[in-house]
Protein backbone atom coordinates (compact mmCIF):
# COMPACT_ATOMS: atom_id res chain seq x y z
CA UNK A 1 0.00 0.00 0.00
CA UNK A 2 2.79 2.52 -0.87
CA UNK A 3 3.37 2.82 3.10
CA UNK A 4 -0.48 4.48 3.23
CA UNK A 5 -2.08 3.83 6.83
CA UNK A 6 -5.86 4.65 7.02
CA UNK A 7 -7.44 5.09 11.38
CA UNK A 8 -9.70 3.32 12.05
CA UNK A 9 -10.46 0.80 9.32
CA UNK A 10 -13.54 0.44 11.01
CA UNK A 11 -16.05 2.67 12.70
CA UNK A 12 -19.81 2.76 13.42
CA UNK A 13 -21.14 6.29 15.37
CA UNK A 14 -24.00 8.03 15.79
CA UNK A 15 -25.53 10.61 13.41
CA UNK A 16 -24.24 14.17 15.15
CA UNK A 17 -21.08 12.75 16.52
CA UNK A 18 -17.94 14.37 15.46
CA UNK A 19 -15.58 11.83 13.88
CA UNK A 20 -11.52 12.21 12.41
CA UNK A 21 -10.70 9.64 10.21
CA UNK A 22 -6.78 9.67 9.55
CA UNK A 23 -4.17 9.23 6.69
CA UNK A 24 -0.26 8.76 7.66
CA UNK A 25 2.11 7.92 4.90
CA UNK A 26 5.56 7.21 4.92
CA UNK A 27 6.42 8.06 1.72
CA UNK A 28 7.01 11.99 2.09
CA UNK A 29 4.59 12.46 -1.18
CA UNK A 30 3.63 15.97 -1.55
CA UNK A 31 0.05 15.69 -2.56
CA UNK A 32 -3.03 13.61 -0.40
CA UNK A 33 -6.02 13.01 -1.78
CA UNK A 34 -9.58 11.88 0.61
CA UNK A 35 -12.12 10.14 -1.44
CA UNK A 36 -15.49 8.35 -0.25
CA UNK A 37 -16.70 5.11 -2.62
CA UNK A 38 -20.31 4.24 -3.04
CA UNK A 39 -21.97 2.16 -4.84
CA UNK A 40 -23.20 3.06 -7.91
CA UNK A 41 -20.70 6.55 -8.11
CA UNK A 42 -17.29 5.01 -8.23
CA UNK A 43 -14.74 7.41 -5.81
CA UNK A 44 -15.58 11.27 -5.42
CA UNK A 45 -12.90 13.29 -4.07
CA UNK A 46 -13.75 15.03 -1.20
CA UNK A 47 -10.91 17.46 -0.15
CA UNK A 48 -7.33 17.65 -1.03
CA UNK A 49 -3.36 18.54 -0.22
CA UNK A 50 -1.22 19.70 -1.76
CA UNK A 51 1.41 20.61 0.45
CA UNK A 52 1.34 21.24 4.64
CA UNK A 53 -1.35 23.99 5.46
CA UNK A 54 -2.44 24.07 1.88
CA UNK A 55 -5.71 22.19 1.00
CA UNK A 56 -8.53 22.99 -1.32
CA UNK A 57 -12.37 21.09 -1.74
CA UNK A 58 -13.54 18.40 -4.09
CA UNK A 59 -16.71 17.95 -5.48
CA UNK A 60 -18.10 16.73 -2.52
CA UNK A 61 -17.04 18.62 0.40
CA UNK A 62 -20.11 19.93 2.10
CA UNK A 63 -20.32 18.35 5.78
CA UNK A 64 -16.40 17.94 6.01
CA UNK A 65 -13.13 19.47 7.15
CA UNK A 66 -9.32 18.40 6.92
CA UNK A 67 -6.45 19.86 8.38
CA UNK A 68 -2.60 18.84 7.67
CA UNK A 69 -0.11 20.08 9.94
CA UNK A 70 2.96 18.14 8.64
CA UNK A 71 3.70 16.46 5.41
CA UNK A 72 3.03 12.75 6.52
CA UNK A 73 -0.24 13.13 8.19
CA UNK A 74 -3.90 14.35 6.50
CA UNK A 75 -7.22 14.15 8.54
CA UNK A 76 -10.53 13.92 7.33
CA UNK A 77 -13.25 15.75 9.65
CA UNK A 78 -16.85 14.84 9.78
CA UNK A 79 -18.14 17.76 11.95
CA UNK A 80 -21.69 15.72 12.87
CA UNK A 81 -21.86 12.89 10.92
CA UNK A 82 -24.97 12.39 9.32
CA UNK A 83 -26.18 8.86 7.70
CA UNK A 84 -25.05 9.99 4.10
CA UNK A 85 -22.07 9.92 5.29
CA UNK A 86 -21.95 6.03 5.59
CA UNK A 87 -19.39 5.19 3.40
CA UNK A 88 -15.62 4.04 2.59
CA UNK A 89 -13.19 6.48 2.77
CA UNK A 90 -9.82 6.33 1.41
CA UNK A 91 -7.01 8.15 1.49
CA UNK A 92 -4.62 8.39 -1.48
CA UNK A 93 -0.95 9.92 -2.02
CA UNK A 94 1.13 11.68 -4.63
CA UNK A 95 3.96 13.29 -5.98
CA UNK A 96 3.42 16.26 -8.82
CA UNK A 97 5.64 15.42 -11.92
CA UNK A 98 6.20 17.20 -15.18
CA UNK A 99 5.78 21.11 -15.67
CA UNK A 100 1.80 20.32 -15.09
CA UNK A 101 2.10 18.84 -11.80
CA UNK A 102 -0.53 16.33 -13.53
CA UNK A 103 -0.46 12.41 -14.43
CA UNK A 104 1.34 11.23 -11.48
CA UNK A 105 0.08 7.84 -10.14
CA UNK A 106 -1.98 7.74 -6.81
CA UNK A 107 -1.27 5.65 -4.46
CA UNK A 108 -4.05 4.77 -1.91
CA UNK A 109 -4.76 3.18 1.37
CA UNK A 110 -6.54 0.51 2.54
CA UNK A 111 -9.36 2.33 3.11
CA UNK A 112 -12.12 2.61 6.12
CA UNK A 113 -15.82 2.02 6.46
CA UNK A 114 -17.65 4.48 8.52
CA UNK A 115 -20.82 3.42 9.00
CA UNK A 116 -23.48 6.60 10.62
CA UNK A 117 -26.52 5.18 12.38
CA UNK B 1 -16.12 19.11 -16.11
CA UNK B 2 -15.07 16.11 -16.99
CA UNK B 3 -16.94 12.94 -16.82
CA UNK B 4 -16.20 9.30 -17.05
CA UNK B 5 -18.99 6.64 -18.17
CA UNK B 6 -18.16 3.13 -17.71
CA UNK B 7 -20.71 1.08 -19.91
CA UNK B 8 -21.15 -1.69 -18.15
CA UNK B 9 -21.56 -2.23 -14.05
CA UNK B 10 -20.82 -5.67 -14.40
CA UNK B 11 -19.23 -8.31 -16.70
CA UNK B 12 -18.99 -11.81 -16.84
CA UNK B 13 -16.90 -13.69 -18.62
CA UNK B 14 -14.98 -17.46 -18.12
CA UNK B 15 -11.55 -18.22 -17.79
CA UNK B 16 -9.21 -17.63 -20.24
CA UNK B 17 -11.88 -15.63 -22.31
CA UNK B 18 -11.23 -12.09 -23.81
CA UNK B 19 -12.30 -9.31 -22.09
CA UNK B 20 -12.84 -5.69 -22.53
CA UNK B 21 -14.08 -3.35 -20.31
CA UNK B 22 -15.46 0.38 -21.74
CA UNK B 23 -14.52 3.53 -20.88
CA UNK B 24 -15.93 6.73 -22.13
CA UNK B 25 -14.72 10.49 -21.29
CA UNK B 26 -16.15 13.66 -21.68
CA UNK B 27 -13.82 17.00 -21.37
CA UNK B 28 -13.01 20.43 -22.41
CA UNK B 29 -9.40 20.02 -22.14
CA UNK B 30 -6.92 17.53 -22.90
CA UNK B 31 -6.72 15.12 -19.99
CA UNK B 32 -4.26 12.00 -18.73
CA UNK B 33 -6.24 8.36 -18.73
CA UNK B 34 -5.92 5.44 -15.63
CA UNK B 35 -7.09 2.48 -15.40
CA UNK B 36 -7.24 1.13 -11.42
CA UNK B 37 -7.97 -2.43 -10.29
CA UNK B 38 -9.80 -3.45 -6.90
CA UNK B 39 -9.49 -6.29 -4.90
CA UNK B 40 -12.02 -7.12 -2.60
CA UNK B 41 -11.65 -5.26 0.71
CA UNK B 42 -8.79 -3.56 -0.46
CA UNK B 43 -7.76 0.17 -2.03
CA UNK B 44 -7.48 0.85 -5.37
CA UNK B 45 -3.98 -0.58 -7.37
CA UNK B 46 -2.91 1.01 -10.65
CA UNK B 47 -3.26 -0.76 -14.12
CA UNK B 48 -2.40 1.54 -16.30
CA UNK B 49 -1.96 5.08 -17.61
CA UNK B 50 -2.09 7.35 -20.79
CA UNK B 51 -0.21 10.51 -20.33
CA UNK B 52 1.13 11.01 -24.38
CA UNK B 53 2.68 9.03 -27.46
CA UNK B 54 1.63 5.88 -28.04
CA UNK B 55 -2.00 5.41 -28.07
CA UNK B 56 -1.46 1.70 -26.79
CA UNK B 57 -0.82 1.56 -23.40
CA UNK B 58 0.28 -1.50 -21.50
CA UNK B 59 0.06 -2.77 -18.06
CA UNK B 60 0.43 -4.83 -15.16
CA UNK B 61 -1.16 -8.35 -15.25
CA UNK B 62 -1.36 -8.99 -19.10
CA UNK B 63 -4.09 -5.70 -19.51
CA UNK B 64 -3.95 -2.97 -21.91
CA UNK B 65 -5.97 -0.42 -23.08
CA UNK B 66 -6.13 1.85 -26.33
CA UNK B 67 -6.67 5.45 -26.20
CA UNK B 68 -9.27 6.45 -28.97
CA UNK B 69 -9.16 10.97 -29.21
CA UNK B 70 -11.66 10.70 -31.96
CA UNK B 71 -14.09 8.34 -30.21
CA UNK B 72 -12.81 9.63 -26.52
CA UNK B 73 -12.93 6.26 -24.94
CA UNK B 74 -10.09 4.47 -23.28
CA UNK B 75 -11.13 0.58 -23.12
CA UNK B 76 -9.25 -2.37 -21.13
CA UNK B 77 -8.88 -5.41 -22.41
CA UNK B 78 -7.02 -8.66 -21.82
CA UNK B 79 -6.65 -11.22 -23.97
CA UNK B 80 -7.16 -13.86 -21.63
CA UNK B 81 -8.87 -13.52 -18.22
CA UNK B 82 -7.81 -15.76 -15.25
CA UNK B 83 -9.99 -16.19 -11.70
CA UNK B 84 -7.88 -14.47 -10.15
CA UNK B 85 -8.81 -11.11 -11.98
CA UNK B 86 -11.96 -10.97 -10.36
CA UNK B 87 -11.84 -7.77 -9.70
CA UNK B 88 -13.40 -4.06 -9.47
CA UNK B 89 -12.12 -2.16 -12.32
CA UNK B 90 -12.11 1.27 -12.22
CA UNK B 91 -11.39 4.20 -15.30
CA UNK B 92 -10.85 7.86 -14.53
CA UNK B 93 -8.99 10.83 -15.79
CA UNK B 94 -7.29 13.91 -14.66
CA UNK B 95 -6.79 17.25 -16.17
CA UNK B 96 -3.78 18.47 -17.51
CA UNK B 97 -2.54 21.08 -15.52
CA UNK B 98 -5.45 20.35 -12.71
CA UNK B 99 -3.45 19.18 -9.54
CA UNK B 100 -4.03 15.82 -10.50
CA UNK B 101 -7.10 15.21 -9.38
CA UNK B 102 -8.87 11.88 -10.60
CA UNK B 103 -12.19 11.77 -11.93
CA UNK B 104 -13.35 8.62 -11.55
CA UNK B 105 -15.95 6.47 -13.23
CA UNK B 106 -18.78 4.24 -11.44
CA UNK B 107 -16.65 1.20 -11.85
CA UNK B 108 -16.73 -2.51 -13.56
CA UNK B 109 -17.17 -5.90 -11.59
CA UNK B 110 -15.03 -8.27 -13.67
CA UNK B 111 -16.61 -11.61 -12.33
CA UNK B 112 -14.13 -14.56 -14.02
CA UNK B 113 -15.78 -17.89 -14.09
CA UNK B 114 -15.09 -21.88 -14.54
Known amino acids: DAGITQSPRHKVTETGTPVTLRCHQTENHRYMYWYRQDPGHGLRLIHYSYGVKDTDKGEVSDG ?54 | AQSVTQLDSQVPVFEEAPVELRCNYSSSVSVYLFWYVQYPN ?46 EYFCAVSVKGGGNKLTFGTGTQLKVEL
Open chain 2, 42 to 87: QGLQLLLKYLSGSTLVKGINGFEAEFNKSQTSFHLRKPSVHISDTA
Open chain 1, 64 to 117: YSVSRSKTEDFLLTLESATSSQTSVYFCAISTPGGTSGSGETQYFGPGTRLLVL
